[in-house]
Structure formats: C-alpha cells, structure tokens
C-alpha cells in the first residue's frame, strides 16, 4: 500500500538534526506497517521490537540509560548490530515498557546519530499517567486512516488521483459516474487498512463489515484496559452516542443525547480520552472568521467526528446496499457521511477544521478552516441539492472571504464560492503545489 506519510519519514530520515520519532495514531491506522516497511525499504537493517509481546524489553530502561548497554540489549533481543545510519531502531507500543518515552531524549542527546522510531496509539493517556515526556526531544508525527486518494491508489485507480491533482475540471467531470462510484465505496469501506486490504483481496462486504466489527471491538477492549470501570462506562456512552450526534441537522456535540440530564462535568475526561487515543475528531466552534482561528474557538461548544467513515457505517449497521447501490449515503442521514468524510480527509491533509454556528438562528458553516493564509467557509452538501443561504450570508457578513461548497455537482468558480466535487477536495486543498 502506498501511504502519503511515506515521503514525510524520508524527509525525517535526510534531516541534519534528526531527532528520535514519534508516530502518534488510533489503533490500526498503520503505523507498525508503515514503519517497518520504511525501514524495510530505506535502511540495510532493522532492529524491531514490540514492546507489548517482548517481556525482555519490560526493565530495559530501569537501571538507568547507559546507552551503550541499551543498543546492546536491543541487539540481543532482535539479533540485529545497531550501526548508526544504516539500521532504523523501531520501538512499537513504546508506552507498555516503564520508562520508555523518556529514554528517546537520551536517545536524542546521547547518540544522535542512531535511528529511532516509536509508535503507539495511547501515548495521550499514558502521559497523563505521570510519564515523563522528552519534550523538545522528538519528533513528532500523526498518522490517520487511509484517506480517499490513498484509497483509489490501494483500488488501483492511481490514474484517477493523477486527474483530480490536475484540477482538470472538465476532464473530472467526465468520470463523474466512476468517481461517485468510488466514494460510496470509500463511505462503506473507510481508509483502516486492515479493512482496505480485505476489500482489495477479495471485495467481499460482509468481511468488510467483520473487520470492522473487530476493530471497534478492540476499541472498546483498550477503554476497558486503560481506564477504570466507571470512567470505561463513560466513555463507551460518548461513542455509542457519535452516530445519532451526527445524525441531527445541528450536529453540535449535545451532553444530553449521551445520557439525559447529562452535564458537560461528567463527560470531559471521556471525550477527551477518545480525543487521545485519536479514536474521534473534535471540531470546536468559532465566533469570529478570523486568523487565527484557534483564538476565536470555543471550548464549551464544538462537534465530534469518528476517525474513520468506514467504521461509522460499522456503528450504525448501515448495510452494503444503502451504501454501495442506492443513493441513500447520500440523500439520507441527513449528510452525515458527508461531513465526516470531508472532517477526516482535512484532518489527513493536515488542516484543523473548526465551525461556524449562530445560537440566535438556525445559520450554520459546517466547516471553517486556515487554507494558504486564507480563511475559507466551507458548507458540504450531500447530494446536487445545493442551495447555499448559510453561506452566502456568511460570506456577505465576512467581506473578503470566499467560500467552498463540497458536493455532488460539477466545478463552478462563481466569484464568491467554488462548487467543487466531493472527490475532489484533495485536488482542491493542494492547488498551487
């Protein structure tokens, strides 16, 4: 699979103050693959080890942090010399072994010129446990789900994404049937790659759907596992409630919807350990259109996305034929699908989204975002009814702004909005690169 983050560790890898990195992501993004296929690809060796299954490794860093007693015991345990340059050092689930983050700074500071990569996907929960973090002394990266141009390329579609990064705007409305095509398979499907893999292998739903059973499953075990009973039960209640938050007209993250009478004080810590363990996006609100916008969010009022789209449909027991022959992904649900596949593929392409709402009116921007030193009010519409009242008005209240309206129908650049197709957003957001 070719995953876009490939060309982000080769630019880690030739930088001259290199630091040991940090791959952050959900369970089942990916990130054990991508690393040692790096490794695999870039380096004569790799010394990998799992920190979970490799009891050797539990007291590795408790004596103290000889590093040269470390490489060894890396060496003993993988069988693989570290030599500097040449071999990439790979610990994964680094937050199961005592001690572990805090060693990468001696990594850092002692023997820069080694290779390192970790990986886990609850390093925020650990953290909070009183882990000591080496800040200033990694590097960091995020890792999400496949989204849809990494989708096409794993179809074999790669000449699809070569067209939409054209931005041939006639060209991709000609494909427009097997473009819409694509994307209800990529609202069914998702981007877990896991879940891509299967679906490539065989185009099999109903394994489709059993891997995605399994990876919720396993989210729920890690809640289980990292937390106490009464705050698991918590945060089991703000997932189960994500599909019919999404659901509504105002998608605005309501407590009561998770349990009534419910208080913002009784599920803070459960959103944001999901938030953590990168399992769900949160979009806050903003009041003001301006740069930057993080100065004009608000903390008490915001929307929350699931990671992936795939494994909403999962949640919801939406079935294959809504999704994959009738038109109901994108007519019904009240465009659901919609926005959680426009919140995941910005998050992808490395662009926060915020939102837009009024209290004293019904007014509302699905997204807002920071694009090239530009605000840009997004409203996504699910199918080719586009009426456009929310944000025409915003943007005759904001002079200076032009907005995106993300749907089905074809491009239209009409001075104070862009129509651009749904699929094609990524061609859109790398315009000008």
């Given amino acids: 699979m070719k995953r876009q983050i490939y060309n982000e560790l080769r630019v880690w890898k ?9 791959i952050l992501g959900a369970r089942q993004v990916g990130k054990t693959w991508i690393m040692r296929h790096f490794g695999k690809q870039e380096y004569e060796n ?27 015991s890396i060496q003993v345990i993988t069988g693989v010399k570290v030599v500097p340059g040449k071999t990439l050092v790979i610990l994964d689930e680094i937050q199961e072994v005592e001690r572990g983050l805090h060693s990468l700074k001696y990594f850092y500071e002692k023997i820069p010129e080694c290779h390192v990569m970790v990986a886990g996907s609850l390093l925020g ?35 699809l994404n070569g067209i939409i990064c054209s931005r041939e705007w006639k060209v991709i409305d000609l494909m427009k049937d097997k473009f819409e095509n694509l994307l209800r398979q990529y609202h069914f499907v998702g ?23 399994a990876i919720m499953d396993a989210y729920r075990r890690d809640i289980s ?9 918590r945060i089991g209640q703000v997932l189960d409630s994500l599909p019919s938050q999404l659901a509504k007209e105002n998608k605005k993250f309501i407590y009561g919807a998770v349990r009534k009478g419910a208080r913002a004080a009784d599920f803070e810590l459960a959103i944001q350990w999901l938030v953590d363990a990168g399992i769900v996006h ?28 795939g494994l909403l449909g999962c949640m919801t027991d939406t079935t294959a034929a809504d999704m994959l022959i009738d038109n109901k992904v994108f007519t019904e649900f009240k ?11 910005l998050v992808s392409l490395g662009v926060k989204p915020y939102y837009w709402s009024n209290d004293r009116t019904p007014a509302e921007i699905d997204f807002v975002i920071q694009h090239k030193g530009k605000v840009v009010p997004i409203e996504v519409k699910a199918s080719t009814n586009v009426r456009s009242k929310s944000l025409a008005q915003f943007i005759k209240d904001n002079g200076g702004l032009k907005g995106l309206r993300l749907s089905l129908c074809q491009y239209i650049d009409q001075e104070w909005m862009e129509n651009v197709p749904l699929y094609a957003l990524s061609g859109w957001m790398n315009q000008g690169e």
């Fill in 125 to 159: 929960i650990t953290l909070r446990k009183g882990e000591s973090f080496p800040v200033g002394k990694v590097d960091i990266l995020n890792m999400y789900p496949m989204n849809f141009p990494e989708f096409l390329d794993a179809t074999g579609n790669q000449e």
């Fill in 335 to 345: 465009g659901a699908f919609a926005e959680q596949f426009v919140a995941q593929e």
């Fill in 191 to 213: 981007g877990m790659p896991n879940v891509v893999s299967k679906y490539v292998e065989n185009g099999d739903v109903h394994e489709v759907r059993r891997e995605q059973e």
């Fill in 46 to 72: 790799v010394a990998y080890i799992n920190c979970d299954d490799e009891s050797r490794v539990k007291d590795m860093f408790m004596p103290d942090y000889d590093m040269e007693r470390i490489l060894l």
């Fill in 282 to 309: 949160r979009v806050p609100r903003i009041s003001e259109a301006r740069m930057p916008l993080k100065f004009y969010a608000s903390p008490d009022a915001f929307k929350m996305f699931l990671l992936d789209c």
């Fill in 225 to 233: 596992k990292h937390t106490t009973e009464r705050e698991a039960i």
């Fill in 14 to 22: 030739n930088r001259k103050d290199r630091k040991p990195l940090v």
